[in-house]
């Protein structure tokens, strides 16, 4: 079973991208996987703020991390970049954080403007944590996701078909990498018995 990390970043409780998330959040876990969602702006504010490595609540964000099989790295667009909460939880993972982690970037802007800066601005910093699998990753515009009066969300067909495809997509990436890391390790072994017999 696949083990999907959601990391976000936007710093308000009623942000449309938390709707999409529990979408998102919904079609894995109806494939099978498992799901954790960290939201940065639940962790401790002074330990992002004044970079806290050792902090309890950082080094288990970590270790979730660690664990995930993929990582979707979701954040509303603030002045044309991801937002700053997402940031000063980045810069706390590890240098090599994200290696062999399949990642799947999540945008909501104001206008598509601003599509690219899942290119320019992120994907160097998921490349430099060692992500070396990034799909392309999926840019919604606010106008297409709605709040309803029962407080669920409501996304346009659209958003939905492309949700779908690149989550699909994830799967069939996170599925294809632990098979490879599979044949590895039983390639090992059998040079390892080779080498000794
Ligand atoms: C401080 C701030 C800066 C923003 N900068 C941009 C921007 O540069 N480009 C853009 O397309 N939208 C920008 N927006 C709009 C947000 O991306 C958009 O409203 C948000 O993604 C929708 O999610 P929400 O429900 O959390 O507001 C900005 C919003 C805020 C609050």
Redo the contacts with the bound molecule.
Sequence with gaps: MAHILILSG?P?K????NGIIQYVQKVLEGKGAQVEWINVSNLPAEDLISARFDSPAIQQANESVEKADAVIVAS?????SYTGVLKTYLDLLPQKGLAQKVILPLF????I??LLSIDYALKPVLSVLGARTILAGVYVV?SL?KWNEQGQVELEAEVKQRLDDSLQELLEETDWHAKRRKDEAVGKVAEDVSSHA
Excluded: F, N
């Design positions: 936007s308000s009623t942000s449309r991208l509303p667009v603030y002045k044309a909501i802007g104001g206008s403007a601003h606010d996701v």
